[in-house]
């Protein structure tokens, strides 16, 4: 499980550093058929997606990640869950935000892309 | 998504009853290529994860459940991945602990069984 923790590793470091400086460019890891849930809001497709993400209602954002936990998805494809626990921390609000997020990643031509997302936030 | 979220109600208002009730009954709910993440601890087949869910260091446990999200997993298969967060209530102890935990539901024989189970304490 060693390389699949890597590739875990790999990714979030990637998205959420993407998130927190370029959230635009998230966009290129979805897929027409990628799924986000937001906060129990359900998205369909990387454009829709894309634009969801660029338009949440804060301009800075960092990330900071408690947990992280990935498992081989399929007995077949290389894919794999990533389950990521961690905090918020939005504008300049003191209160960091705990959140809970799950990824589905799809090899696909010597990378990976985002199947599923789910993302909430959790309030104490 | 409506048969989809239909489908993650029922699975996790059984999966935390037996938990809470009936923690060995929990075995017939993996296979032998079942994997859980148990806070870090990755244990593999039904037996070993039945093993590890009936040995937990709590006598009395409820689970409530806060969120719960779920989308298909794969585009050729009814799978799903459910998310769940909430809170534990161990034992005697006033303070609620809050959880998030992630499932891969893989359709067998008119039911399912759970082909990935992460589950993480979320410290505040």
Request: negative net charge.
């Amino acid at each position: 499980m060693g390389d699949i923790n890597a590739i875990a590793k790999q990714f979030t470091d990637f998205y959420y550093q993407t998130f927190d400086t370029n959230r635009s460019a998230l966009q290129s890891l979805y897929r027409a058929h990628s799924m986000l849930s937001w906060e129990g809001t359900q998205i369909l497709g990387a454009n829709d997606i894309s634009e969801k993400l660029t338009t949440l209602p804060f301009s800075q954002v960092q990330h900071k990640v408690t947990t992280l936990d990935a498992q081989p998805s399929s007995p077949t494809v290389a894919s794999l869950i990533v389950s990521v626990t961690g905090v918020l921390i939005v504008d300049d609000s003191p209160n960091p935000l705990q959140f809970s997020q799950v990824f589905q990643l799809i090899p696909d031509a010597g990378s990976y892309y985002v199947f599923n997302d789910i993302f909430r936030l959790n309030y104490g």
